[in-house]
């Protein structure tokens, strides 16, 4: 449908609604105003599972937009649908500019304002400048992200890990100056760190940092894993590092880059090419090199 014919009905639509005492308004809903300032070239409205980039200035009617509240950002569209807003995203489309007017009770405040520690007005009306700057369905959004993995790898996991870190909260510590960050918990029975040559016995699960599946479990096996530290090809440097930071009776989260895991390979059918990787392990025993019995050597 074009966007002429959109105008119509929506033009159709608001002749339908309720006079308002608001010179060039609406009435479109319970004590809410609407007015078209902008058309767009947009052909649909938001759906609940939507993202929207959205334009908004608050003021009392009458006065200076903005002067309340001003902020631009990206919204789930379901979490809107609420209030003043209802009216507005069953009428707006990618490029319009719309005003209402509606009691303050009636808007989203925090919300609105991602939930910053603003001070919102709780009584009279509020005008808000509402504009559709930009909408992405689910479908553009995989679609984006797909390019985006494709045609950076590298960046696509930066931005995986970077992510992860957000949700963590400060909780995970740099090793060094790599890009591997770790989180050690737990009481350790024994103090020394592990050296070459003890032989180790890890439990572990590995997960996928991209949707937090599971895709390494030694409890699938029904035994922890051993191994004589720093022999080649026992285990993903990543794990290797782990070890070296934990004490026996020891657990961590290990946030590990692909470089110290699967790299450019990845495990075909199971984790891409380029995927970070997120262990929780724990050092169950270690046996230490310098105290393992030593042959007798018979005398000549």
Not at 39 to 56: M, Y
Not at 103 to 129: I, K, L
Not at 203 to 225: H, I, K, M, Q, W
Not at 286 to 295: D, G, I, L, N, Y
């Amino acid at each position: 449908m074009s966007r002429a014919a959109i105008a119509l009905i929506l033009s159709l639509g608001l002749a339908a609604c309720s006079r308002s005492p608001y010179q060039g308004y609406k009435r479109v809903g319970d004590e809410v105003h609407l007015q078209l300032l902008v058309l767009g070239d947009g052909e649909s409205t938001p759906a609940d599972s939507d993202l929207v980039l959205l334009r908004i200035r608050a003021g009392r009617p009458g006065q200076a937009m903005g002067e309340l509240f001003s902020t631009e950002g990206t919204y789930l569209t379901s979490e809107l649908r609420s209030g003043a807003f209802r009216p507005i995203l069953g009428r707006i489309h990618e490029g319009d500019s719309m005003s209402v007017i509606a009691p303050a009770t009636q808007w989203p405040w925090v919300v609105m304002a991602n939930e910053r520690g603003t001070a919102f007005p709780d009584t009279g009306m509020v005008q808000v400048e509402v504009s559709l700057l930009a909408l992405r369905t689910p479908a553009m959004l995989r679609a984006e992200k797909e390019r985006f993995r494709r045609n950076d790898p590298l960046g696509y996991e930066a931005r995986l890990m970077q992510a992860y870190r957000e949700q963590a909260a400060g909780s995970l510590e740099r090793w060094g100056t790599s890009e591997l960050f770790f989180e050690v918990r737990g009481t350790a029975s024994d103090t020394n760190k592990v050296v070459l040559g003890d032989q180790v016995t890890i439990s572990y699960t590995g997960l996928r940092v991209e949707d937090g599946a599971v895709f390494d479990d030694t409890g699938r096996n029904g035994e922890p894993f051993s191994f004589r530290f720093g022999d080649k090809d026992q285990v993903m440097e990543g794990l290797e590092i782990a070890v070296h930071l934990l004490r026996e009776g020891q657990q961590g989260t290990f946030l590990i880059p692909s470089a110290f895991a699967f790299g450019a390979k990845g495990i075909p059918g199971v984790l891409d090419p380029h995927m970070p990787v997120l262990y929780n392990v724990r050092l169950e025993k270690v046996e230490r090199v310098s105290t393992r019995a030593k042959p007798v050597q018979k005398a000549l």
